[in-house]
């Protein structure tokens, strides 16, 4: 498995006939679903292969568009330990950890007290929405697959 690989499989979801009326955020969830099953098919050494890629060619970025739609999809190799506090994302998100870990606390938009913790290991991910705050670590050597989604219809 190479990036171009999972390039083209990011391109051929958002090209899916299925995918064409549904928001952002399922739209997001749609390509995790088929990253994750297609990583989750390949041997180890393939897997290895990719993450040792990305730490060489750290911070690997590509746009990826359509009529509707903007992907910055983004391949990150954290080298030290990351920790955030409190910060809002600006766009729809999903993050796929490739290798290593990265913790995340998602607060309630109505009360900041509540939140819940979610801990992502290699081969999982998660789906954010623009204006969600969350505080998160990532774990020092971790490998990130990050696309930021701009909806340039809004049609959530």
């Known amino acids: 498995m190479n990036i171009e690989n999972l390039l083209s499989e990011i391109s051929k ?8 009326n549904l928001n952002t955020l399922h739209l997001l969830e749609y390509i995790r679903f088929k990253i994750i ?8 050494k393939e897997i290895i292969n990719l993450i040792n890629l990305v730490e060489k ?6 746009n990826i568009k359509n009529e509707e739609l903007d992907l910055m999809v983004m391949f990150n190799f954290i080298n030290e330990e990351k920790d955030e506090k409190k910060t809002k ?3 729809n998100v999903l993050e796929i950890v490739l290798g290593g870990q990265k913790n995340f606390l998602i607060f309630d938009n109505e009360n900041n007290k ?9 081969l999982y991910g998660i789906v954010y929405s623009a204006n969600t705050q969350i505080s998160y670590k990532t774990i020092k050597k971790t490998t990130l ?12």
């Open 13 to 20: 979801c958002l090209s899916n006939n299925e995918v064409k």
């Open 89 to 91: 994302s600006s766009n």
């Open 37 to 44: 099953e297609k990583l989750r098919s390949k041997n180890n």
């Open 145 to 156: 697959l990050n696309i930021n989604m701009e909806d340039k219809l809004k049609k959530e």
């Open 114 to 122: 509540n939140y819940i913790s979610y801990k992502i290991m290699p």
């Open 57 to 62: 060619n750290n911070n690997l970025k590509k």
